[in-house]
């Protein structure tokens, strides 16, 4: 609550703002606190894209989470700023204090969100929504301690030389300003690259707690009781014990956090600029998976879904050939069992997929090592700004094997304007298909995508292949309700010209999950379960 006062008079500082006692000349002084200002700002950003980061990646959909993170911090941190008012008469032991917990809880909140996801992610009931409030909680406390840190600041920074409310505003905002944009370029260059989220948040941690620990007990000592800086020295010790002994333990912990998720079948576990690309089994008759960033894109029934995407479109001329996605090889895979194929190309954004489905022997025995074959090229790129410059009218067939149409990140993928430049890539009389999620656990997501490829100018033949694994993955695919986990795929097939025919070419080898009346009824049943009038998905307007 703002509360009702009256001004002072000009020029009059209040009771307990008197000159600070400093070991260094004041402009020396005031330089030291705005260098702390500096850092302790890229230090909350740093907090701020932990959190977006990692529950992007453990709860999904990026926007709401980051909607949820902004939001949520920028309100506490008006919070924290009026709160902080009532702790101005002692500004530097508040000060040393609030530094301590905003690096212990900042510093240890990306491990404690993966702890709890891993650990009580599948315990059903509140426990499978425990990742998301503790989110909320992470960034309503972390907010609190970042807006009380700018009143103690600007008391302390007047109390080394009093000036104009606007000038030490205007100083104390630069400052900050700058030390955030630092944060947030270091982020995503620097610690996430070199030290992971986990590592990278508390090393963050612990420079926050050495530059508030150092300006306090530094500068501002003599102004604080022999008792105060025992209390904080202790405390600042503390916290950088307890970073440090958690940034030692890092590695032990993601192992056992991920086999947690995963299991004890983990023989591949890498972090790309891209995404964590995590194997397990494939050896000694135990059953392969791949997951990309927690979701399962290759398990035990990756047979079936790879031959429902591919063989339809098939049905027809295919001599030239694009892949989409698929760095696994799985989908090439099967464009190369048919005769006439010409060339293949694979268009597939994380080198890291198409680096494990080349070397590691499980992965590259089940692609049949697609990759050995001369016919098939791959091009590390987006599949949207590599669209916008591919040759017009040159593939047969388009494949889209892409992430899942309701994950955020992907909604351009599954837009009418990418559809657009897909259908300006295919040949007179070329297919495209496109695999558009669950049929049955989210249709309105299928029957979007059926919307979005007609508003494209493309004659649509929707289907859906039962038999998916009813286990849960894991990631932001995981839930303990079984009846809801996702249990077939929709396809869509679709041409320029005409509705392309849903069969089989009877000249290709036939596919073992797969037969020309199985397809025939697959259609038929999506057919019966349409739902008409939804609008279309685009870029501007995404609707998945």
Not at 511 to 524: H, I, Q, V, Y
Request: charged letters at 15%.
């Amino acid at each position: 609550m703002i509360e009702p006062h009256a001004p002072a008079p000009p020029g009059s500082p209040p009771p307990w703002a008197g000159p600070a006692r400093l070991p260094v000349q004041p402009s020396t002084g005031r330089f030291l606190v705005l260098a702390c200002v500096f850092v302790c700002a890229a230090c909350g950003l740093v907090y701020e894209l932990e959190l977006v980061a990692l529950a992007s990646y453990l709860i999904g959909d990026s926007v709401t989470q980051a909607s949820v993170v902004l939001s949520v911090m920028v309100f506490a941190m008006g919070i924290g700023s009026l709160a902080a008012k009532r702790l101005r008469w002692r500004a530097a032991a508040a000060f040393g204090a609030i530094e301590a917990t905003l690096a212990l809880v900042g510093g240890c909140s990306a491990m404690a969100l993966y702890a709890v996801f891993a650990w009580t992610g599948d315990w059903g009931g509140l426990w499978a929504s425990g990742p998301r409030w503790l989110l909320v909680a992470f960034s309503l406390t972390i907010g609190l301690l970042i807006g009380a840190e700018v009143p103690l600041l600007m008391e302390l920074i007047q109390r080394i030389r009093r000036q104009d409310a606007g000038g030490a505003v205007a100083d104390l905002f630069a400052a900050d300003y700058v030390g955030a944009l630092v944060g947030g370029l270091a982020f995503p260059f620097l610690l996430l690259p070199l030290l992971g989220q986990l590592t990278g948040a508390l090393i963050t941690g612990a420079v926050n707690a050495v530059a508030g620990g150092t300006l306090v007990l530094g500068l501002f000592r003599r102004d604080l009781s022999r008792r105060t800086r025992w209390l904080l020295l202790i405390a600042n010790l503390t916290v950088l014990g307890l970073l440090g002994a958690a940034a030692v333990l890092v590695d032990d912990f993601e192992q056992a956090a991920r086999h947690a998720v995963y299991g004890h079948d983990v023989r591949v576990a890498l972090q790309t600029g891209t995404q964590e690309i995590v194997l397990t089994g494939g050896t000694d008759g135990r059953p392969l998976a791949l997951f990309l960033d927690g979701r399962l894109r290759v398990g035990s029934d990756e047979l079936r879904y790879h031959e429902a995407l591919v063989h339809p479109a098939m049905n027809g001329p295919h001599a030239r050939v694009l892949i989409l996605g698929g760095g696994d090889g799985l989908a090439a895979r099967e464009v190369l069992r048919h005769a006439g194929v010409r060339s293949v190309d694979v268009v597939e954004l994380d080198t890291g997929v198409v680096r494990l489905a080349r070397r590691d022997p499980a992965l590259s025995k089940l692609n049949r090592h697609a990759y050995d074959d001369p016919r098939v090229r791959v091009t590390t790129a987006d599949a949207f700004r590599w669209l916008r410059t591919a040759p017009t009218s040159t593939y047969d067939v388009v494949i889209s094997d892409l992430p899942d149409p309701g994950i955020t990140a992907s909604t351009k993928l599954y837009s009418q304007e990418f559809y657009g430049l897909a259908r300006r890539a295919l040949a007179p009389g070329g297919r495209l298909v496109v695999h558009a999620g669950p049929f049955a656990t989210r249709p309105r997501v299928f029957w979007t995508v059926v919307a979005t490829l007609r508003a494209a100018g493309l004659h649509t033949a929707p289907y859906r292949v039962g038999g998916r694994d009813s286990g849960f993955a894991a990631g932001p695919d995981r839930t303990a309700d079984a009846s809801r986990a996702a249990r077939d795929w929709g396809f869509v097939l679709a041409s320029a010209r005409t509705t392309p025919p849903l069969g089989l070419d009877p000249h290709a080898p036939q596919p073992r999950t797969l037969t020309p009346a199985s397809l025939a009824a697959d259609g038929r049943a999506a057919a019966a379960a349409r739902i008409p009038g939804l609008p279309a998905s685009t870029l501007v307007h995404p609707r998945y």
